[in-house]
Each structure stands twice: as C-alpha cells, then as structure tokens.
C-alpha cells in the first residue's frame, strides 16, 4: 500500500492530453513539493517533473505538473507512442523523513 | 554528468546480509548539498525510499527497515553502500542508488541491480 494514491493506469490516442493524479496528506503533498518520474519498460525511473511543476532539460514541454492542496497531477499533452511508460509521483514525508512514492501509474498509448 | 551505478550479489541466501555499492563518477560524492539514497522496487510494484546518508556519514533510515538497514560511504572512493541483514524472500527487489535532495526527492538515479533472495 503506498503512501500516495495514484490511479494504476491511464491511456488515450496519440495526439490526446493524459492527466495522472496523485493524492497525499498533509506531512507529504500538503507542505512539500511533488516530483513526478517516468520508468520506460526495464529501465530506472527518470525525473519528469520537480518541484511541483518544473521540467529539468530536455524533458519535452508536452509534460507539465501541478499541485492544489495535498493533490498533484501530471498532464501529458500531444501523448506520443514513446510515451507509454509507468508514472509516479513523489513528495517528501514529514513523518517519515524521506520520500514517499504513488503505486505509480501505467500509462498506455491506444 | 553525475552517472550512478550498483553493483553486488544478484543472489543471497537467506538470512544472509545482503551488500551493495554504489560509484558515482562525473562529480564528487561530498560536493555540494546531496545526499545519497537507496531505493528498492519488487517486481511489478512500486518504489519503496530505504535510508539515505550525506557525506558526513549522518543517517535517516525507513523504519520499517531500520532494524535491519547500514548505509555508509567511503567518499576517497566516491562510493556508497548499502547493508541490509537478514534477509527474506520479501527482500527481492530491484535496488536503485540515487542522489537526493533533501525535502525534494531524488533527481539522478543509478541502472538498478536485481537482487533475488533465494536458498
């Protein structure tokens, strides 16, 4: 059971607009920021989204992230096949002192 | 570039203690305001944080796993590593090393190694 609740998995048609969401509670989302991640089949996870909504270089700008309250979501616009991928959302615990993940989030492009 | 990369044991029997390291090469491991993590991911299920140490050798472990957990760093090596005792079939995972920031997460991560513990 993770600490974060994220839908176990999304898809759309090339070209459509994809949104993740990710649930948490005060000690994580509430007072801290959100990352996001994407794990392409077999390989590490790779930082999509920092801080709540900024894309380190060379993450394409069809990503982008936001954050209301003890919520975030990630918008995937222009979803290309390249983007079939497992997502997962990240903050920081208070109580744990450390992060805490989604169960993450499988996106599929029809 | 900062670049990760694990290496240990692909198989540990149990109740062994399962060791592995992490080099980091492109930076040094007690540059700037880093610290060092370990992150775990069973096969077809999320990721799980295991501790972190920076490189004045201070520790934060999980703990649900602290009873169990030794992370140290060798920074004339530029490596960390990471001990976990008494190990379980519920320890077989993928093990990732990673460069976190603190109350922001990880932002660089190693390969991951696959552990299977197993007699």
């Known amino acids: 059971q993770s600490v974060l609740t994220q839908p176990p998995s999304a898809s759309g048609t090339p070209g459509q607009r994809v949104t993740i969401s990710c649930s948490g509670s005060s000690s994580n989302i509430g007072s801290k920021t959100v990352s996001w991640y994407q794990q392409l089949p077999g390989t590490a996870p790779k930082l999509l989204i920092s801080t709540n909504n900024q894309r380190p270089s060379g993450v394409p700008d069809r990503f982008s992230g936001s954050k209301s309250g003890t919520s975030a979501s990630l918008a995937i616009s222009g979803l290309q096949s390249e983007d079939e991928a497992d997502y997962y959302c990240?903050?920081?615990?208070?109580?744990?002192?450390?992060?805490?993940f989604g169960g993450g989030t499988k996106v599929t492009v029809l | 570039q900062v670049q990760l990369q694990e290496s240990g044991p692909g198989l540990v029997k149990p109740p062994q203690t399962l060791s592995l390291t992490c080099s980091v090469s492109?930076?040094?491991?007690?540059?700037?305001?880093?610290?060092w993590s370990w992150i775990r991911q069973p096969a077809g299920k999320g990721l799980e944080w295991i501790g972190r140490?920076?490189?004045?050798?201070?520790?934060t472990y999980n703990p649900s796993l602290k009873s169990r957990v030794t992370i140290s760093v060798d920074t004339s090596k530029n490596q960390f590593s990471l001990r976990l005792s008494s190990v379980t079939a519920a320890d077989t995972a993928v093990y990732y090393c990673a460069r976190d920031r603190l109350w922001f997460g990880p932002d660089i991560w190693g390969q991951g190694t696959m552990v299977t513990v197993s007699s």
């Open positions: 140490i920076y490189t004045s050798g201070t520790t």
């Open positions: 492109g930076g040094t491991i007690s540059s700037g305001s880093y610290y």
């Open positions: 990240a903050a920081w615990d208070d109580s744990l002192n450390g992060p805490v």
